[in-house]
């Protein structure tokens, strides 16, 4: 198959053309609309500094569904014990940021670039993109974040500076996302440590159908909080 070059319209072609590696496109630019087109398709970009946007729907799509979220003893220990103050979008900017340069001491490199990250910033202010943050002793030890569309969240990066405080963050996004009635947590790419949390990987046509239904549901745009007590306790 052949990969397209998507002209300045936002369009992009169907995600089943997509290669067998899942790269489905090339070009474009990173404007807010294009971006929520591109998350309504199942396709989102991911590409690393000096080359072009890079546009992505893998076959077989990692998703994680909140109602089969599973914890370990040892988490939810850690979550009953509040080592960790979880909150919804109070630093979106300094979460990415620490996805950026963390990753980047990781691996030599991240997919996190400057034009990457001012994108994001600016869906966060629109309300569509979300940060969680673990906090320890009024310091920033850990987060993710994410766009959400209608019931659909899609998970996108995540950063570690104490020991499981992004786990926490994500068990304690997880459940409120299921109480808030989401369908589904998109995890993009298959990884052994998101499965560890019941993620499982499923057939890209599978994803596409339960992603059109998940955008049935209204948007809840930012800036998100916690329900009262969410953050208090662990459910089993």
């Known amino acids: ?6 002209p ?9 053309l997509a290669e067998s590696s899942g790269l ?9 609309d294009r971006l929520l087109l591109a998350y309504s398709m199942g396709i989102f970009p991911w590409y690393s500094q000096g080359d072009p946007i890079l546009w992505w729907s893998p076959d077989p799509r990692l998703v ?10 040892s988490l939810k220990q850690s979550i009953n014990k509040n080592v960790y103050k979880v909150t919804l979008d109070n630093a979106f900017e300094e ?5 950026a340069s963390v990753n980047r001491k990781k691996a030599g490199d991240t997919w996190l670039t400057e ?61 409120q996302l299921f109480a808030w009635d989401f369908s589904l947590i998109d995890c993009q790419i298959p990884t052994a440590h998101l499965k560890t949390f019941g993620a499982s990987e499923i057939p890209r046509t599978k994803f596409l159908v339960q992603l059109k239904d998940a955008l049935q549901a209204p948007d809840r745009k930012g800036p998100w909080k916690f329900d009262e007590g969410q953050n208090q306790e662990v459910k089993d």
């Open 115 to 175: 034009e990457m990250i001012d994108a994001y910033i600016r869906l966060h202010h629109a309300g569509y993109a979300h940060s969680v943050e673990a906090w320890s002793g009024g310091k920033l030890a850990g987060g993710l974040y994410g766009v959400a569309l209608g019931s659909a969240f899609f998970g996108e990066s995540m950063f570690m500076k104490k020991s499981n405080a992004s786990k926490v963050a994500f068990i304690t996004v997880a459940q």
């Open 8 to 16: 300045d319209d936002n369009i992009f072609p169907s995600p089943e």
């Open 95 to 99: 979460v990415i940021m620490n996805c």
């Open 1 to 6: 198959m052949s990969i397209f070059r998507l």
């Open 24 to 32: 489905l496109a090339v070009g474009g630019d990173l404007n807010e």
């Open 64 to 73: 994680l569904f909140p109602h089969e979220l599973r914890i370990s003893r």
